[in-house]
């Protein structure tokens, strides 16, 4: 699982620093505002809050999971590479535990914590359903609540991305795939 996560960042990581020039962060209490970049190596949605947590979501195509980039400047102690555990809370619906890779050389947004999410399984399913209805993120580690997020509308960050993801595929170029016996076999639609 960490050989795609890190391989997904490589390619995304530059969508992420585009999207950081996002609106200044939300005012307390406020939703978050998202802001949607895309390119040929995929998309990604990104919001601030005002304690300094960012947010960001990228897809890319052909990867199998959504990758959750959390930063923050205050988080120095990171250890480039380094592994954590963390707790992912919506709107106290009990945690998700997560396993997340952290990157210290990002961008302005400062260091960060890395996770990806398979929508296509059950699991992740459920943690983007959450994502969608909830008002609000907590993000905490070794015990300790690292940052906060005041979602707003998860589900139109979602929708942005599902549409900047479909805007990219629809630039792909379609190539034939084999049958197993030379042959090309029929691209389903």
Known sequence: MLKPLIALSALTLPIAAATSQSPAPAAPNRAA???????????AVHASSPQGTVVSILAGP??????FLIQNRSWSTLKDGGQYEIAVEFDQEGPWQMKAVAKTQIDQDGPGLMFAVPPGQKQGSDFITEFVQAAGMNISGEGQRLGTLPLGSGRSAMTALAQCMGQTFARQPVTPQTNGFGGEKPTSI
């Open 33 to 43: 505002q998202w802001t949607v970049a895309g390119g040929e190596q995929g998309c």
């Open 62 to 67: 052909g990867q199998e999971g959504l990758l």
